[in-house]
């Protein structure tokens, strides 16, 4: 397997003659099914001999005692190749190349070893168990929508956690304080869905009898008049503008123009757009058909030439070795299907990029333009 990613019959000789040779070799060969690319490979491995001197160092003797070796590892590897480092992202990224080829490799390597999860807990996971399972069994809500609660709740967490704040000791003092320390951030949209949250968590603390009173009065009610903001559609010649700013010859360029063409047609959303499959191309019948549209149906449209044109310019590159029907896939390894947030800040980036200045630049721009 290592024989794909390195030409030197000596370094594979030398990775397989090391004590985590075939943990390694292994590792590589995950790697393999995952599409990863033959640089990252490489240095991954690399990465891996360096932890395989520096556990021998250390007197490792069996897999079982590598996982207590990692920090210290990540440690030495940053004091040696962190020195460029000017801010925390670069710091972030020296840390990863020893970090997570080690944690992956041990993963396969040692029974019962799993990789440490950094992402932060849900908001009141342990004094409130009971409320997300709520909105998804009883409320009926969508992943999506809970993940929306779960980003306005979590400040609200934090903010009861630093005041020393129970939640049997609720007033309406301390949520309007919150709200106004929130308003300072957000946009009316926002406090507006951060209202909403608050009021349904409120209800729900007090139908448990968590809180005694139910304080759901104490939460203003907001309002966002139509067309109140700066509008966020761009003009047909800037649209013209965009699509032609699109280098179509390399792959990355061929996904984009495809799915600008989509956005700027039939005015789908970013969720639209990545939830596309292939059996949602009717070629025989030149429709397409526009699933988990927001309402719970599906639509189906005539398929234009033009965006017909460019999803088989696509297709033509596009990864056949991928299992997953979902049409737009990332262009790097592992190749998973796209999110709808890389769909809306690919659009901004483009439109940034030949000089258009809309406000809140996204998906939902050419969204509007097409309305």
């Not at 390694?24 to 995952?34: M, S, W």
């Not at 390399?250 to 789908?268: F, H, M, P, V």
Request: proline share 5%; net charge positive.
């Amino acid at each position: 397997m290592l024989e794909r990613h390195f030409r030197s019959l000596k370094a594979i000789d030398r990775i397989k003659a090391q004590w985590l040779g075939p943990q390694i070799e292994r590792y590589a060969q995950f790697l393999d099914e995952l599409h990863t690319s033959n640089s990252t490979v490489r240095q991954h491995v690399r990465a891996l001999g360096h932890f395989n001197d520096f556990v021998i160092g250390r007197g490792a003797t069996c897999l079982d005692d590598l996982p207590d070796h990692v920090d210290a590892f990540v440690e030495h590897w940053q004091a040696g190749h962190g020195r460029w480092c000017k801010s925390a992202q670069d710091r972030a990224a020296v840390v990863a190349q020893s970090r997570v080829p080690v944690e992956r490799m041990l993963s396969l390597a040692v029974p019962g070893y799993t990789r440490p999860s950094n992402r932060p807990a849900m908001p009141f996971s342990t004094s409130v168990p009971g409320f997300f399972p709520f909105l998804l069994k009883e409320k009926g809500l969508r992943q999506t929508s809970i993940h929306n609660y779960t980003f306005t709740l979590r400040p609200f967490d934090s903010y009861l956690a630093q005041a020393g704040i129970s939640l049997d000791k609720l007033t309406p003092a301390c949520i309007t304080e919150f709200i106004n320390d929130r308003a300072k951030t957000l946009h009316k949209s926002g406090m507006l869905n951060t209202a909403g949250a608050l009021r349904v968590f409120l209800r729900y603390l007090h139908r448990e009898g968590i809180i005694a009173n139910d304080l759901v009065r104490s939460v203003p009610r907001g309002r966002v008049y139509r067309q109140a903001s700066i509008p966020r559609a761009i003009g047909w010649a800037d649209v013209e503008r965009l699509l032609a700013s699109i280098d179509r010859r390399s792959d990355l360029g061929k996904r984009d123009y495809a799915i600008l063409t989509l956005l700027t047609s039939y005015g789908l959303r970013a969720r639209e757009i990545v939830a596309l499959c292939l059996d949602d191309l009717d070629w025989a019948h030149g429709q397409i058909g526009i699933p988990m549209r927001k309402g719970g149906h599906s639509t189906r449209y005539p398929l234009s030439a033009a965006v017909g044109e460019a999803i088989i310019a696509y297709l033509h590159v596009r990864r056949t070795d991928i299992d997953d029907r979902r049409i737009f896939l990332t262009v790097r390894s592992p190749y998973t299907p796209m999110n709808h947030w890389t769909v809306s800040s690919m659009v901004a980036g483009h439109l940034r990029s030949i000089g258009i200045q809309v406000a809140r630049a996204g998906s939902h721009t050419l969204r509007h333009s097409c309305v």
